[in-house]
């Protein structure tokens, strides 16, 4: 059976979501953050980069997000996840957009509020001032470039879905970590399509069997 390896708050969320749409039988095994919030050390024992998300189905050990979307798509969604004719280029640039252009974006944010926190405590006021300032300078206008970008891309969408299709695709199941976090944390960035379209990805019975399984059991193991 296909193993879900769970970092608790993580991309995972992406392939839960996937799974549960499809209705595909998997079990599914928490790992917590450690304090610093890094990944555990067990990551190491099933991929040498150490990073979640991470399947294993059979013989197959799969890490990358985008990698195991793809897999578990084509081998168990049987075409039910396939885009309309003039959704199929949207799908993909925003499979590899989510990865590739929001995620480090949201990264640089994320290291930049960590440094001064990380930072000894007499140099933490100077250094929260300084970073702030590059924040703005440098950091700010990517991020809110490339959620103008997605909230364009959702308007001009006949369904609210990326692809334009009557549900999600690809795009959208990769899209769901970035936008749900800046949901979460900076809701003020987002448009009212994108606000709309996670309002959407939310009500889905399959995403919320998800929520509600992670937050009954942040700890435990199936396995
Ligand atoms: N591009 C990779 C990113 C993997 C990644 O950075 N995962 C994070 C969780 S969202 C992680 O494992 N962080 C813990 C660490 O780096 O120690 C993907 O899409 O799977």
Known sequence: MLIVHHLNNSRSQRILWLLEELEVPYQIKFYQRRPDRR????????????????????????????????????????????????????DIYF????????????TNRYIFSLVPSQAPFFLRP????????????????????????????????????????????MADYMMSFGLDTVAT?????????????????HDRPAFKRVSAYIEGNPRSSKL
């Open 95 to 106: 499979t590899h957009f989510s990865e590739g252009s929001l995620m480090p974006s949201l």
């Open 39 to 90: 990944a555990p050390k067990e990551a190491f024992d099933l991929h040498p980069l150490g990073k979640f998300p991470i399947i294993t189905d059979g013989d197959v050990t799969l890490a990358e997000s985008g990698a195991i979307i793809q897999y578990i798509i084509n081998k168990y969604a049987n075409g039910r996840l396939t885009p309309p004719k003039q959704g199929e280029l949207i």
């Open 126 to 169: 100077l250094l929260k001032q300084l970073f702030s300032v590059l924040d703005t300078k440098i950091v700010a206008g990517p991020l809110n470039a490339n959620l103008k970008y997605v909230e364009d891309a959702l308007d001009r969408s006949p369904t609210g879905w990326f692809a334009g299709g009557p549900n999600p695709t």
């Open 185 to 201: 944390l900076m809701p003020d960035l987002l448009g009212p399509k994108t606000k709309a379209w996670v309002a959407r990805v």
